[in-house]
């Protein structure tokens, strides 16, 4: 009976030691970069490697978005042509995921310096109104603009991915909050290359 409980004591100290020792590996937060992706941000740093994911969403509707019907007096804002476009834009949406994975190269009491590749996807979407309008002359000294089309709604819409890699840096400011900086080498896939552009992150770290 007595080994059993100096046996249990023991393991229960052994334990209690491990899970002292055990660093916070997962973090939530916030980052922001074209690389990694801007908005809440999931990461998680184990021994060697480590990994973020990245999301964000706005969406949000013009209020500007509706048309004058009927004649519009020339002069108003408007130029004097014979017939131009009116162009009012609806609900804009944007939105992006991104996704980095860490290689560990070097581990200080309160700092992380590693290597990084990731890619980036961001979506957008803008709902625009158009409609037609013809230069008239109602009397002696009246010109007006008459629409001479319905209002058509158009989707114009982009996708853009980045892929890249790079070296970036963790502090700890406390035991639990860490701000990371990174330094990417990115490209997408229409052909744009960015270099020296920044991406940042701060996260609230847990076991």
Request: aromatic residues 16%.
């Amino acid at each position: 009976m007595k080994k059993l409980l100096i046996s249990t004591i023991i393991l229960f100290q052994m334990t209690l030691l491990f899970s002292q020792e055990q660093p916070l590996r997962h973090g939530l937060g916030f980052a922001a970069g074209m690389l990694s992706g801007s908005g809440f941000s999931y990461r998680q740093i184990n021994q060697k490697y480590g990994f973020q994911v990245t999301f964000g969403l706005l969406s949000f509707r013009n209020e500007s978005s509706d048309f004058i019907d009927g004649y519009r007096t020339a002069g108003d804002g408007l130029d004097m042509e014979p017939t131009y476009t009116e162009e009012k834009h609806g609900r804009e949406t944007s939105g992006n995921i991104g996704f980095m994975l860490y290689r560990i190269l070097n581990r200080s009491n309160r700092s992380l310096f590693y290597g990084m590749i990731g890619v980036g996807n961001y979506f957008s979407e803008d709902i625009i109104y158009r409609r037609d309008y013809r230069y008239v002359h109602v009397e002696a000294d009246t010109y007006s603009y008459q629409p001479v089309s319905p209002i058509r709604k158009d989707q114009e819409r982009d996708f853009t991915t980045y892929m890249g890699l790079g070296f970036g840096l963790e502090w700890s400011l406390t035991n639990n909050i860490h701000l990371t900086i990174e330094w990417p080498l990115t490209v997408t896939n229409k052909g744009d290359i960015y270099m020296y552009v920044p991406q940042v992150g701060i996260h609230y770290y847990f076991k």
